[in-house]
């Protein structure tokens, strides 16, 4: 085999045994020298993520069972561990998996763009350490470009799938720049920050998080970049507000219709975004009977989500389509390439044939020997080196009744034309 790909991920380990077996940036220069020498490999790149740990190896005679030895004793875990969880992928299988997984069809969030850096950055460092020659290097360009065909021609990436990144947009949808909105977080626990941080992401520059500890809204405030007011402080700051994200765990609503009222009066009716995640809710449902609030409960929210991802199956099997036409292409270009250095090394061995006996005879007639018989000698070990390997491997395949073998060399030498 050429190419192999050993590893585990979300769908074959757990997470305790993927955290056992992962890699960090500071230790892949070690191991990849290591593995390469241990397991005898001639190209090898690791990737390593929180999903995912792979060995992408090709050469000759790449042994799967001595991988599987590395990983385990680099990580000191037993062998037997891993056996059950590995999957291992070889030469278009594995080509095909690699286009898979930087395509973001082989992740827990299918799509997820953040794999397609991963992949980019795990070639990049084996060939900063050495261990990248061209066999991974070809697959390594080939993969990224499906990847980036994946994503202009089909629809995988454009859908939001989660909570937080459909809140984020919805207040695109409705604020056409969100760096000049107001945004207050209801909230500091860990929905809350998850949300800010995509805000910040997608330009929010004006934060403000209201908590009734004022000390955990001022840890999220300050990760945010933003400013922090305790929960009586709302209808004082809720004027001047353009986006809500609620999302505590208190008993009863935080925003009452009322409240929200009198914030409208004093904006002159410019509208409020306002995202509910929690449960129970955080802000009274009849504050969505107001003229230009926008009000959004977590349910309104997953349903939006489950539209998305069943918008990115469909994408998924679009790019699925994709793969296949550039898998086998791929594959195309892989037998072309290998025939083509085949029929080198077949022109170099003629070529070296030649060399070899050209200077004996050459070395012959200058000692003074008869041109004619140097010249015979020549002729018939020129003739006899040529058919010897062509010969031994044809009265074989007689032997064996390989059919097949027979028939393609007897091709190649032309020898079932009739001879006058």
């Not at 060939?127 to 994503?151: M, N, P, Y």
């Not at 937080?164 to 929905?191: K, R, Y």
Request: hydrophobic content about 40%.
């Amino acid at each position: 085999m050429n190419l192999l790909i050993i590893g585990i991920n979300h769908t074959s380990a757990p997470v305790e045994l993927r955290e056992k077996v992962a890699f960090t940036p500071d230790q892949l220069e070690v191991a990849l020298n290591d593995i390469s020498t241990q397991a005898g490999l001639q190209e090898v790149a690791i990737l390593s993520t929180c999903n995912r740990t792979e060995i992408i190896a090709s050469g000759d005679n790449i042994q799967a069972l001595r991988i599987t030895r590395w990983l385990a004793d680099y990580h000191r875990i037993d062998t037997a561990d891993l056996e059950h969880s590995i999957y291992i992928l070889t030469d278009n299988e594995a080509a095909l998996h690699a286009m898979r997984v930087a395509s973001g069809l082989d992740s827990m969030v299918v799509g997820e763009p953040q794999i397609l850096g991963q992949f980019k950055d795990c070639f990049d460092q084996a060939r900063q350490f050495g261990t990248l020659g061209g066999e991974l290097d070809h697959l390594s360009q080939t993969s990224f470009r499906v990847a980036k065909k994946v994503r202009t021609e089909t629809a995988i990436g454009k859908s939001s799938v989660s909570v937080a990144s459909t809140s984020v947009t919805l207040a695109q949808q409705l604020f056409s720049d969100l760096s000049d909105c107001n945004i207050l977080i209801i909230g500091a626990g860990e929905t809350s920050g998850l949300v800010g941080r995509h805000l910040v992401s997608a330009g929010i520059k004006h934060i403000t998080v209201a908590n009734r500890t004022l000390k955990n809204a001022q840890r999220l405030a300050h990760e945010l970049g933003g400013s922090a007011i305790d929960l009586q402080s709302i209808p004082t700051k809720l004027p001047e507000t353009d986006i809500v994200i609620a999302s505590t765990a208190a008993p009863l609503p935080i925003l009452g219709k009322g409240t929200v009222e009198r914030a409208l009066k004093s904006r002159k009716h410019r509208p409020i975004l306002m995202v509910d995640l929690a449960v129970p809710r955080d802000i009274e449902p009849e504050v969505s009977e107001l003229r230009d609030i926008y009000l959004y409960s977590v349910d309104d929210l997953q349903q939006i989500v489950d539209t998305n991802i069943n918008s990115r199956q469909e994408a998924a099997r679009d790019a699925e389509t994709i793969l296949t036409e550039e898998i086998s292409s791929y594959r195309t270009r892989h037998q072309t390439k290998g025939a083509e250095e085949k029929l080198v090394r077949f022109r170099d061995h003629h070529n070296n044939i030649k060399t070899e006996e050209l200077e004996r005879a050459v070395a012959r007639l200058q000692k003074g020997a008869d041109p004619t018989e140097v010249l015979t000698q020549l002729a018939n070990q020129l003739t006899n080196k040529i058919i010897h390997i062509p010969s031994v491997q044809l009265k074989a395949a007689i032997d064996d009744d390989a059919e097949d073998l027979v028939a393609i060399i007897s091709t190649l030498y032309n020898l079932d034309d009739n001879v006058e």
